[in-house]
């Protein structure tokens, strides 16, 4: 019985080797097939082409904005990383326009994230030197999702437009009231791009009321004697007047004036109010 046993389980693995051998060498059925690849396809980009505006600047060709879910944070790439300076330009040569940046929110968002991110646009536009004041915001709501890396591209808007009457007077109100802070005390005067945007402001503005004047008041800090601040003043007054004309302002509706260190906006006890207190006043009369 033993032996029987024996040759009997000796018949099954001989069996199963043998079943083996057919199937795996003799059929080729054993051969290890690679895992599936998984695909991941982009979905296919409906964002307006830049092709269609030709040569022609249109803030709406750039949309190269991606925002990140549950922040305002707004990722800048591609081309749209070097449009402040089309933009700037733009807005020089298009008196009777401004920006409209549009931030975008889906329903497990709310509209205040929108609108953040939409400002978030218009620092980085406005640290560049362009105006804030013609630069509106505004927050819609999109069915969309986020990327696996929480990320949605399109999710800013650009768009130009023409000046509604309310908010060109609000422009006009910001030209003939302008604060301007810049390095006025280098030994060789440069104008920074606020200064450039706002003499073509002033032009402009001039343009239509051309009996109003100008009026330019240096302010200093109160570090030094007073004569010397007032000394100051006035020259960071002249360096102003001096560039305003050079940009096509007639002298004649320009004036010059220093306060010194007598009319601070803030403490000079501290070094953010010094430097809020070094600073040019531009008023139109």
């Not at 307006?48 to 030709?54: C, M, N, V």
């Not at 081309?79 to 008196?95: P, R, V």
């Not at 030094?224 to 360096?239: F, K, L, P, T, V």
């Not at 006890?269 to 809020?276: F, P, Q, V, Y």
Request: proline share 4%; charged share 30%; aromatic share 10%.
């Amino acid at each position: 019985m033993k032996n029987f046993l024996i040759a009997f389980i000796f018949f099954l693995m001989w069996s199963a080797l043998g079943t083996w051998v057919y199937t795996c060498h003799v059929k080729n059925l054993c051969i290890d097939l690679p895992e599936k690849e998984t695909v991941v396809t982009s979905p296919k980009d409906t964002l307006p082409s830049r092709e269609k505006y030709g040569g022609i600047f249109a803030p709406e060709q750039f949309d190269d904005y991606s925002i990140i879910s549950g922040t305002d944070s707004v990722i800048v790439a591609g081309k749209s990383a070097s449009i402040e300076k089309l933009l700037f330009d733009y807005l020089n040569k298009n008196q009777d326009k401004e920006v409209l940046i549009t931030g975008l929110y889906n329903n497990t968002e709310k509209k205040a994230l929108g609108l953040a991110r939409a400002e978030t646009l218009k620092k980085r536009f406005t640290a560049y030197g362009i105006n804030p004041d013609r630069i509106a915001t505004e927050a819609v709501s999109k069915d969309f999702n986020f990327d696996p890396r929480n990320q949605y591209r399109g999710g800013i808007r650009l768009k130009a437009r023409d000046l509604t009457e309310d908010r060109n007077a609000l422009v006009e109100k910001g030209i003939a009231n302008k604060i301007l802070y810049s390095h006025f005390g280098s030994e060789k005067f440069q104008p920074d791009n606020t200064l450039q945007a706002y003499a073509e402001e002033l032009k402009n503005y001039l343009d239509k009321y051309p009996e109003k004047e100008v009026v330019i008041t240096g302010h200093t800090d109160n570090v030094g004697s007073d004569e010397a601040n007032e000394w100051i003043g006035m020259q960071r007054a002249r360096n102003v007047m001096e560039y305003l004309i050079k940009t096509g302002i007639p002298g004649e509706k320009l004036k010059i004036f220093s306060k010194g260190p007598h009319a601070p906006l803030e403490s000079n006890n501290t070094l953010e109010g010094r430097r809020k207190n070094r600073r040019i006043e531009i008023k139109v009369n």
